[in-house]
């Protein structure tokens, strides 16, 4: 199991109207892609220096071939709409994690 995992920082001037399309919207459409069975969206508790609310949003997939091909085939599109919406009040990164076992 593969976990694509995007951390966020979100400026609190745009939060509430991020959450709502995160929630709302951009998640069901990574879903709708189906290479992904499952998604969760945590929040970061420790407080950043430079401020915002910073989430983690958890996609779960089967390998890193479909990831790759989430990344060819669906993320160009799916990024570019949050970068419409909030630009630089937003400042994503991305990590692949593999799930070696759980307990």
Do not use: C
Not at 4 to 25: A, G, L, R
Not at 26 to 32: E, F, G, N
Not at 40 to 54: A, D, F, P, Q
Not at 71 to 76: H, I, N, R, V, W
């Amino acid at each position: 199991m593969i976990i694509y995992n995007v951390t966020i920082n979100i400026h609190e001037s745009v939060h509430d109207q991020w959450m709502k399309w995160m929630q709302e919207k951009h998640i069901k459409d990574v879903l709708a892609t189906g290479k992904f069975t499952s998604a969760r969206l945590v929040k970061v508790l420790i407080e950043e220096e430079m401020g915002g609310i910073t989430y983690s949003i958890q996609f779960i997939t089967d390998s890193r071939e479909t990831l790759q091909r989430y990344y060819d085939e669906d993320a160009p599109r799916l990024r570019e709409e949050g970068l419409q919406l909030f630009g630089e009040r937003m400042l994503a990164f991305r990590t692949e994690l593999e799930l070696i076992s759980e307990h």
